[in-house]
């Protein structure tokens, strides 16, 4: 009925587009205050960037932050500033500063994304909603790395400094996740992504039996080809754990090429796994295509 509906130009009811009364409601249910008032602007002026000039701006100056935040995050990683010792710095700057002007650009980002978060969850009526969304949980992710290094520091001080060191930076690795999630909140795509996602999640569990599946197949042909003696293993597939890896990647179509089958057997297993991969990708992300494009 969808190929007649577009020979005869008639609209889909299905994607009509919402009205301000749909809309209303719709921002009602996620907490909006019903009642006229100050309340009701400021949650209009952190939540919807549409409602007014001042809120896109606030919208886009939050997208710089996190923008900035980012690139100031991949920046500290430079053999420049990670080793203040070392190297003459940048622009007549020297390592120590830099490093000590990133601290304190990371403190003016989290007090801001802080006070975000904090100014949302007191403008809501529906705490108990602001907590179950997902895209909230984002927020508390970019700045909890933050507070976990400050609490977890007089705790190490005393102790093991390269377990505070790990400890320091997983939550580090946490705090870019959480960023890049967050900047994908203000992306109308991202969010059109998400809810393609959401409703793929059928799709999605089918590949990943399919793709388990088939790397665990591919795993054991590759090693027993490989090891025609198993109680002496001299190819690169020690176990079918560790040829896992070269499946997954012959399977996903990457193939790196640091391992290599030797055997007949070995090579023939090897091209069923790139041949099994456009089988198994290919149906499940059309799937993903035509939902995304719906």
Request: hydrophobic fraction near 50%; include cysteine; charged fraction near 15%.
């Amino acid at each position: 009925w969808h190929i007649e509906l577009v020979f005869f130009k008639i609209q889909n009811p299905l994607y009509q587009i919402p009205t301000s009364a749909d809309i209303d409601l719709h921002q009602l249910s996620l907490g909006k205050p019903d009642a006229p008032g100050l309340r009701k602007d400021l949650w209009l002026l952190w939540e919807d960037p549409s409602s007014s000039r001042w809120a896109n701006a606030l919208n886009w100056f939050s997208i710089f932050v996190i923008v900035v935040g980012v690139s100031a995050f991949v920046l500290e990683t430079h053999p420049t500033v990670r080793n203040p010792d070392d190297g003459e710095g940048w622009f007549g700057f020297t390592p120590a500063t830099i490093r000590r002007g990133f601290y304190r650009f990371e403190i003016a980002c989290v007090c801001w994304f802080t006070f975000e978060l904090v100014f949302r969850f007191v403008l809501t009526c529906d705490k108990a909603l602001f907590m179950r969304r997902m895209i909230n949980w984002v927020d508390i992710i970019a700045i909890a790395p933050f507070y976990t290094g400050l609490l977890l520091a007089p705790v190490f001080q005393s102790g093991s400094k390269s377990l505070f060191m790990q400890a320091l930076r997983m939550a580090r690795v946490f705090r870019i996740i959480g960023l890049i999630f967050k900047l994908g909140k203000y992306s109308h795509g991202v969010r059109v992504l998400a809810q393609t996602f959401r409703t793929c999640l059928m799709e999605l569990s089918v590949l990943a039996v399919l793709l388990v599946m088939t790397v665990i197949m591919i795993s054991a042909g590759m090693y027993f080809c490989e090891n025609p003696d198993l109680e002496v293993v001299t190819s690169d597939f020690t176990s079918i754990s560790r040829s896992m890896y070269f499946s997954m990647i012959s399977v996903t179509t990457i193939g790196y090429g640091d391992m290599s089958p030797l055997t007949n057997c070995g090579e023939f297993v090897a091209c069923m796994a790139g041949l099994s991969g456009i089988f198994v990708l290919g149906l499940p992300i059309s799937i993903i295509g035509v939902k995304f494009q719906q």
